[in-house]
């Protein structure tokens, strides 16, 4: 019998940020459920909007961000999970994470 020799394969793991995509700062109206709100930033993945209700982490939102360009309004409708939410004196600061079928997620190139 011959012994069996341990062989120890090095395995090099990517870290991976949190936020992965650009996120761009705009402040853009929008409609959460039915109300107001205004964007902070937004990526293709995700936004953060600031409300005058908090929202429960998880809750599932749709999401209308009326994009407006020469004169004509576009509004883009989404769907997103909060995922974060701060107490804020101007109202809430809310996190969200674009829906994989959302519009603005679909756009997303494979692989990222």
């Given amino acids: 019998m011959t012994a069996l020799t341990a062989v120890t394969i090095p395995v ?18 929008v409609r959460v459920n039915g109300s107001g709100a205004t964007t902070e930033d937004l990526s293709h993945s995700g936004l953060s909007f600031i409300a005058d209700h908090p929202y429960p982490i998880g809750a599932h939102v749709e999401v209308v961000i009326e994009y407006l360009l020469d004169g004509h309004n576009y ?14 004196p ?9 829906a994989p079928q959302s519009p603005v997620a679909a756009m997303t190139p494979a692989g990222d």
Wanted: charged share 30%; with cysteine; hydrophobic share 45%.
């Fill in 12 to 29: 090099l793991l990517q870290v991976r940020e949190r936020r992965s995509e650009d996120r761009f700062v705009a402040a853009m109206p």
């Fill in 75 to 88: 509004p883009l409708a989404c769907e997103a999970e909060v995922v974060s939410v701060q107490d804020l």
């Fill in 90 to 98: 101007e109202g809430w600061r809310i996190g969200a994470r674009l």
